[in-house]
């Protein structure tokens, strides 16, 4: 008897003060060493740089959505970082310059995240030692805490993440009080973080399905109480839909429309947006530009293509090699401005100068027959039956003849996307496609990289399948025509929404475009659970300071064991049910916490794990760790329920309460000791790599895979 | 005792004339001219080399699916005594006198053919009535893309005719659950939908898909007989593990027999033998198995070996040397060491030899006895022909500049010393004092000054290179990846002491003896891994569409054109099942949630027994529907208007049941009920007579001409060929 009092007094003391502690802790162990490390690690040349753009207010493109950046580029700003370090390479110096503010947000943030899991598992088992164990792995895991050093987007979406969790679980405790302060204040709040999740990466889609689910699951719940009149079912469903939907919506509409506020100026991610887009920026050559608005012959044009990152069409002084279809003039596609860009529309037929000020104007019309003529060289945009060099169903586009004679190969019909015949052609807006009047074929751009010869432009080819895909479609940028009147080009600036489609459409495409090129080593979604391989942060050398991010092996295991263990005692409890088992009072409620709380953390692990195993883009190790956040938690409330478990069915012999405790305290202590063990991945460690049987870490080389 | 005697021997049958009736217009309407056209038909000539390669037992590599459906072709092929001889490699082609059409045609029309009476006994089993029945098998009969899909070498017919299958003997498994669970019928239809789930699975891996929706609805009922506390424990764990063993195991067991067969007819080395890995092409007749027979199995110091990539991307290569060195500057600017170029040659070739050196010694034969080298031994590799020593330096590679260089060092006496010791690491060793095996054992080279490893980084170099593949020295990666593993494929003992006898030996082919064997869970598993990683190139196609052109028909795919009249073929179904379909499918998702709703504030609208039978029949029906089309939307693969027939069979099993449901529960009065059975009865006339309109086009036998073929055109995107005179 004497010895359970001990136990428990123990562990209430043990208990009462973790919170405090917990919290305090973690902030002292992320800030512990970050002053020391002064050189940027991986990514953050990337995100920092970003937080630099902000603060210059240049125009650059990201496959993210912007509020990530915004907010690492507003603590820059408050803690007064100048926007002038270059981040061109991993490893430089920070020098004077200011970047604890950054760091710090992101520090601030990770660290966040064990208060927050903290009290979500306290208020899904309503047990402390659950919570506790909880707030424990994910201090003591090394691979949160090195991700959480950095300026990245990941603590700032795991921050989101965690928060619409714990108010989602807070506003279904809230449930028996409807539309009281609390339950409103907990619903918007997590509106609130679902558009700072999806405000940040597009994953953050995971956790809104989620809250999705949850949320229908308790509509269908009050649906089915008879006792609540249709009135009042009509309130809860407007409610959700305004804090659940609308609120969001409005939080994530305005982030974009502060980024597009703030990023006035021209800068490195024009090439990748339509032009109308461009107009937009200062700086930009469209910008205020104003430029005659229908194309007539004899304009002097740039041509586009309308998917993300190909460029202008765009011809040069160089021929195709020998073997490489016919050896005429190259035709490509190019990102950047340039004088070889420049076109002449003609009429097929008429070699006459048009710009002749006694003829009149004539306007290109939708299905004219044209030629254009490449202006710096005089030849002719040509097709004709010869493959294309790397696309080798495609046929071969050249430039040919003589100072803009050539032959009836160079004919090719214009006609306007959605139009009938007749209609001008308006630069800009209208969306435009070559077709070839010979073979039939359309202008298009492959996308493919040409080797060295072609100066690593993109391939120009005339495609004989007629579908409509935006690489065979083009559009007029700059238009130069002495003979017409220039009109401002304020009037042809696209809309908010239509903003906000491009961007999201661009960014979208740029997500699949990072497709794993061959031989790469790229990481799969099945090594991250089992910590397969990590990932090297800055330093490569064992001259070098090293920070490698991986996962404190002990804690990631224990994660993988408990889903298993939880899958297999959770099946046992529903079967129980099934069966119609009559369950102790105690075991009830704990078989409660495990099916219902636990269900609800497992069905977070999933939502963020096994989508990656659908995806085609470049998956990283670090795209598992909101997964991970829900698995330790479950791993907390299963230890917990598990120990509560044993301990009653011990209950007869003395002692037995002391199991729960010591149990606790053995996993407390196993962690701790594993993170003290691990802790150099994190804080950084000079000297010979682990496989060397001299270095300090080289009994710590648990798999051979680790290259730290 | 002789009780038999007293009571007369009877037979009693009972024959379903609408079943009979059914099976024959269905055999009639698929095997009608089955062997016209006597041409290459579309994908035919894809599935043809295929069957050819059966016939003559040579071993092959498709990636587009499990080798079943191909095997039930190729029995087509070997029913009708086709010998393989004909070139597949065009559409249109005329077939030569002995390829026997009609045999090969014959499976697949036959699936179509029983696909029909299936669809009558689903929908009567699912509880309907047998005029609802009835409907649903008239419906799969005169639709005219699975008309035109069943009459061709194809294999979604049959992929069809599976999932049918499997449902129906499902739904027979839960009928005769609920009178005599554990009867022999039980049991048939039990073990009857595990056979058929694997043979959908083994057609085409979409089949998983029915397969999983199977297993969905299994589980669903296991767990209600969990619920039903009538049944003693020991009584549900036998329900439990007979469902578990006939859906689970049995299925994967066939699975693997598919592949059993597969590598049982396919003994003999062919054209994609290279994919595969040395140990897999050894077990093949003919190729690198003659030339591996015989020959030493543990590598010696002193051994001549070839060293073959395993990753082998972008193709397989070995690693090789020759005279030439890397240029002193590179086009960017870089400089080099301009020593001897190490590459990675994809064809077989004497300077690809190496001879396995001791760093302590200076011979470069085979003691007696052999010295074998083992995991961890310190070795050098001498380039046969040229005997120069493989090395690695810091140097950045030629195309890879984080990486080292790799090369054959030459003595340029300019203070850059020769790194040439390279420490053997077999990565799939069974303990630390493992010997080096010929081709079984997988081996990395780790420098021994630089730690760096020795990788294809599959990069071809430009032309100074003779275009072959970049081999560098990794440093920053040092975990597992295939590009940096090797394998000795060709190997024999050193014996020639000098230069010029080694030249004359390295020419000389290795000699002959036993075989090695693979078990053939190691072959199965190989093949199958390589047959989901295997990468087809081409991603465009003329007729290739999207999931959303498929609902409302938007798109079809030109099959054949007659020589000679306008005579043609096409993948084109019949637009009023189609869109009606869809439509049927929305209306039940209504009223699905419609009644799902008022069911929840306690208003039943369905009696019970009802309510369970729509239910199950929208799980099956809209739910194999959806199963099989909406993944589609995810692949990334060409994707083609045949892919959506196997979503359209269920859609169109769920339009009868959707009928009679508004029939019987929405028509409240007898005149509603006349009046909707007259509108049925319209609706049906109109989908038969598109049906026979746009019969020239399913079987091809009638030449249209140009005007008629235009009045076909319903939609602008429908491409139907016209010949221009």
Known sequence: MCGTTVCRVLSHVLLDNSLGDGLADTILVCFMEMRKEVQRGWDETHFGKMGSYYINRTFFFDVHPPLGKMLIGLAGYLSGYDGTFLFQKPGDNYEHHSYMGMRGFCAFLGSMLIPLAYLTVLELSRSLSAALLTAALLTFDTGCLTLSQYILLDPILMFFIMAAMLSMVKYNSCANRPFSAPWWFWLSLTGVNLAGALGVKFVGLFIILQVGWNTLSDLWHLFGDLSLSMVTLGKHLTARILCLIVLPLALYIATYAVHFMVLNKSGPGDGFFSSAFQARLSGNNLHNASIPEHLAYGSVITVKNLRMAIGYLHSHRHFYPEGVGARQQQVTTYLHKDYNNLWIIKKHNSNSDPLDPSLPVEF??????????????????????????????????????????????????????????????KVLRSRIRLIHLITGCVLGSSGKVLPKWGWEQMEVTCTPYLKETLSSIWNVEDHINPKLPNISLEVLQPSFPEIMLESHMVMIRGNNGLKPKDNEFTSKPWHWPINFQGLRFSGANDTDFRVYLLGNPVVWWLNLLSIALYVLSASVFAVAVQRGAHLPVEVEGLSQVLLRGGGQLLFGWMMHYFPFFLMGRVLYFHHYFPAMLFSSMLTGLLWDTLLRLCAWSLASYPLARCVHVLGILSLLLGTAYSFYLFHPLAYGMVGPLAQDPRSPMAGLRWLESWDF | MLGFLQQPVMVTAEVNLNMVALTAVGLLSRLWQLAYPRAVVFDEVYYGQYISFYMKRIFFLDGSGPPFGHMLLALGGYLGGFDGNFLWNRIGAEYSSNVPVWSLRLLPALSGALSVPMAYEIVWELGFSHCAATGAALLLLIENALITQSRLMLLESVLIFFNLLAVLSYLKFCNSQKHRPFSPRWWFWLVLTGVACSCAVGIKYVGVFTYLLVLGVAAVHAWHVIGDQTLSNVRVLCHLLARAAALVVLPVLVYLLFFYIHLLLLCRSGPHDQIMSSAFQASLEGGLARVTQGQPLEVAFGSQVTLKNVFGQPVPCWLHSHQSTYPMIYENGRGSSHQQQVTCYPFKDVNNWWIVKDPGRHQLVVNNPPRPVRHGDVVQLVHGMTTRLLNTHDVAAPLS?????????????????????????????????????TILSEVRFVHVNTSAILKLSGVPLPDWGFRQLEVVGEKLFRGYHESTVWNVEEHRYGRSQEQKERELELHSPTQVDISRNLSFMARFSELQWRMLTVRSDDSEHKYSSTPLDWVMLDTNIAYWLHPRTSAQIHLLGNVVIWASASLATLVYALLFIWYLLRRRRRVCDLPEDRWLRWVLAGALCAGGWAVNYLPFFLMEKTLFLYHYLPALTFQILLLPVVLEHISDHLCRSQLQRSLFTALVVAWFTSACHVSNMLRPLTYGDRSLSPSELKALRWKDSWDILIRKY
Not at chain 1, 395 to 420: A, L
């Open chain 1, 364 to 425: 290109v019309r939708h299905g004219d027959i044209i030629r254009l003529e490449h202006k710096e060289t005089s030849r002719n945009l040509h097709s004709h039956y010869h493959e294309a060099p790397l696309t080798r169903k495609h046929y071969q586009v050249t430039g040919y003849g003589i100072n803009g004679s050539g032959d009836s190969n160079d004919f090719w019909r214009i006609e306007v996307i959605n139009r009938k015949f007749g209609n001008r052609i």
């Open chain 2, 401 to 437: 500049p984080h990486a080292q260089e790799v090369s054959c060092y030459i003595d340029y006496n300019i203070s850059m010393p020769p790194q040439n010791l390279w420490r053997l690491d077999i990565v799939n060793r069974e303990s630390d004092t493992d010997v080096w095996k």
